[in-house]
């Protein structure tokens, strides 16, 4: 035989062997979830322990962290995975996988070690296997994966506290119990969570899904029948990063070519004292500054506004006080009222002060379209108001884009 082909020969027969000592025999149930589990591994940087050749691999996984620990001859290893699923936005269907890992210290990797080999979970099969294990569509599954050098199981267990009494369901639970004190494993998931920046949408795997309020930008034409041009602007977040702002600005200018205008700013913080959805609260501030033509005369205004109040889910009321700067000085009080009608996606505003016998007030009406979400642009709104600012008189119209 020529050299060159006993060579192939045995490169051949080399590649098999070891093609064929990487293939495990495979235990326990892996009908419904094994192929989808390949690909989360890859997604994790998990490790594949059905090409592992150490000594021993462990693997539990829960919705949002996955716990391993690998004995090889360099000894004990594990990590701490947690993971979470994140939409951009509310509206989208798109998810990424975020996730962060955690070197366990090799006393936490012993601690481990002997959970495992103490309890009793590794002699477990599936839950499919244990008679009278129920099942159902809400609750957690848990995942187990262990193997050696021959061997790799794969089982699952599908809400081991609604198991009642039966011995192999004790044996899960008091097995997750000591592996989650031992590790502290929802600090360290609250802490992974509480990092997250605070927009889009979190699931951890479950049915359980927590969304955060979109920032807010919004653009558009202000005008008026006395005050034709105009723009308007306003930006609103509830986060800014991992920082929880709560707070808004808007800036409505409307002016004339005759050199009369009227600049209206506003800052809000809301969610103070009060802050669930239903039920928060508010502080703003409001600075105008108009110059009107009043019956033939010019005349120059300056106002700054303050109020708190509360939102109650789709209505709102505040009161305050305005400092009038004007030919002279005045204080008086403001008072605020706001509803929001769901079904017709329209707002109403009403905003009034009071100066001695002189009641200013201005009705605000928004009518709002809703858009693709996925668009630059989300919604769009129609505005019209009508203003009685000491006898004068003014009909506001606009049209706000949401991006």
């Not at 990424?96 to 959970?115: F, G, H, P």
């Not at 809000?268 to 019956?295: G, M, P, T």
Request: proline content about 1%.
């Amino acid at each position: 035989m020529k050299p060159q082909i006993a060579l192939i020969l045995i490169l051949c027969l080399s590649s098999f062997q070891t093609a064929f000592s990487q293939i495990k025999k495979i235990e326990g149930d892996t009908t419904y979830w094994f192929k989808g589990d390949k690909s989360f591994q890859k997604q994790l940087d998990l490790k594949d322990f059905e090409k592992s050749k150490d000594e021993f691999n462990f693997r539990f996984r829960n919705h949002g962290q996955v716990i391993e620990i690998t004995k090889d001859s360099s000894g004990l290893n594990g990590t701490i995975t947690n993971y979470i699923y994140h939409t951009k936005k509310t509206t989208e269907y798109d998810q990424d996988t975020l996730y962060n890992k955690i070197i366990l210290s090799l006393e936490q990797a012993r601690n481990v070690y002997r959970i495992v080999q103490s309890t009793g979970i590794l002699e477990l099969p599936s839950d499919n296997e244990i008679k009278k294990w129920r099942h159902g569509l809400d609750g957690i599954t848990y995942f187990i994966e262990h193997a050696d050098q021959q061997v790799y199981w794969a089982k699952h267990y599908w809400t081991p506290s609604s198991q009642d009494s039966i011995p192999e369901a004790i044996t899960v639970r008091n097995f997750l119990k000591e592996l989650s004190d031992t590790l502290n494993l929802e600090e360290i998931y609250t802490t992974f969570r509480n990092d997250l920046p605070k927009h889009g949408c979190y699931s951890s795997g479950g049915t359980g899904v927590t969304c955060y309020a979109s920032n807010s930008l919004e653009l558009g034409y202000s005008g008026a029948t006395k005050l034709p041009l105009g723009f308007y602007g306003s930006y609103s977040a509830s986060y800014i990063g991992k920082a929880a702002v709560n707070s808004g600005i808007a800036l409505q200018y409307n002016f004339d070519n005759s050199g009369f205008y009227h600049l209206n700013f506003q800052a809000s913080k809301w969610n103070i004292f009060f802050k669930k959805a239903s039920f928060y609260d508010f502080i703003a501030y409001n600075y105008q500054n108009r110059k009107l033509d009043i019956h033939h005369a010019t005349h120059q205004f300056e106002n700054h506004q303050i109020k708190y109040g509360l939102n109650l889910s789709n209505f709102g009321f505040g009161a305050g006080l305005d400092y009038l700067k004007h030919d002279d000085e005045k204080m008086g009080g403001h008072i605020y009222a706001s509803k929001w009608f769901s079904k017709t996606k329209i707002s109403t505003v009403l905003i009034s002060s009071i100066f001695d016998n002189q009641i200013n007030y201005k009705l605000d009406l928004r009518k709002s379209f809703y858009l693709n979400q996925r668009s630059l642009i989300s919604q769009f709104s129609l505005g019209l108001a009508y203003e009685c600012f000491f006898g004068y008189r003014d009909l506001y119209f606009g049209l706000y884009f949401s991006l």
